[in-house]
């Protein structure tokens, strides 16, 4: 060892604690995009068990049967996103008593998560076009029943048809994601051309919700102390009051009772 070392020393430990720091903030920005790559692998992968297992083109109704497969599971997947996304509902929790520029700030954090809810459905909706099945059953009804009642000089013209109506599908597909592209391109860039470039806040109303939130932790951070001395308190002076009770049980009891009384929604003990 030389004299050098002790001194080099601390700088690997600061660029060792500076990688793993770097490492976390970066899986942190990953983790959204991930995670909906993630659910968009499962619903392609839901797509094709509904397709394999459920769906069956029928001979009647066959419009409105395609149309619910192609559009209800999106709505279904639109509704569980939203539900499971605590950071959504932290978001939006309490927002109706907030004045209108303070919903606009709320909407402008929120909106992310909307908008990562709604890749599910949209991607279930596209493997749907790309897939073909639903669409060509949706316009021509059941291939296999069709070419069952049609007498074979017809059947060229018809398979001709489910041939142009899984093109058409693949076609509106593209449509769709170019559209879905483009117009997520201009919203960005526009929302990157309005916010400042000097700040990460956008606005004063937005300044005001920082600050809240802050003042919300502060305050709990020192009112946590305080609760836990007084619970203390009370709780020790209950204690006290069935001091002389040599049954431990029904002391334990009768201390929960006193409890319950005060907070009835907090049960302590179960006989």
């Given amino acids: 060892m030389t004299e050098g070392d002790p ?4 700088k690997l430990s600061q660029l060792a604690s500076r990688g793993i720091l770097g490492l976390k903030e970066g ?5 959204l995009p991930l995670q909906n790559v993630g659910l968009s692998g499962a619903v392609l992968g839901l797509k094709e068990v509904v397709k394999k297992v459920v769906f069956n083109c029928p ?3 066959y419009q409105l049967y395609s149309l619910l497969f192609m559009f209800a599971p999106a709505v279904f997947l639109l509704c569980l996103a939203l539900m499971v996304s605590r ?9 109706c008593r907030l004045r209108r520029p303070q919903r606009r700030v709320v909407w402008q954090q929120s909106r992310k998560y909307v908008i990562l809810s709604i890749v599910p459905p949209t991607a279930w909706i596209l493997f749907a076009l790309f897939d073909t099945e639903y669409y060509t059953c949706a316009k021509l009804g059941s291939k296999k029943i069709r070419l069952n009642n049609t007498v074979p000089f017809q059947q060229p013209a018809l398979l001709a048809e489910y041939e142009s109506a899984k093109i058409e599908s693949r076609i ?25 470039p000097d700040t990460g806040i956008s606005n004063d109303e937005e300044y005001t919700h920082y600050l809240a939130e802050e003042q919300i932790k502060l305050f709990n951070s020192k009112i946590e102390p305080l ?3 007084q619970a203390k308190v009370e709780v020790e002076a209950l204690f006290e009051k069935f001091k002389d009770m040599k049954d431990i049980a029904e002391k334990v009891r009768l ?3 006193e409890l319950e009384d005060e907070i009835p929604w907090a049960a302590t003990h179960e006989a």
Wanted: with cysteine.
């Fill in 7 to 10: 001194a080099q020393q601390p």
């Fill in 27 to 31: 899986l942190k920005k990953v983790a």
């Fill in 59 to 61: 001979e009647r109704h």
């Fill in 87 to 95: 950071n959504f509902w932290k978001m939006v929790a309490g927002c």
């Fill in 172 to 196: 509106i597909g593209i449509f769709l994601l170019t559209g879905i592209v483009l117009v997520g391109t201009v919203l960005i860039s526009i929302e990157r051309c309005c916010t400042r």
């Fill in 227 to 229: 609760a836990k001395e």
């Fill in 255 to 257: 201390i929960s009772e």
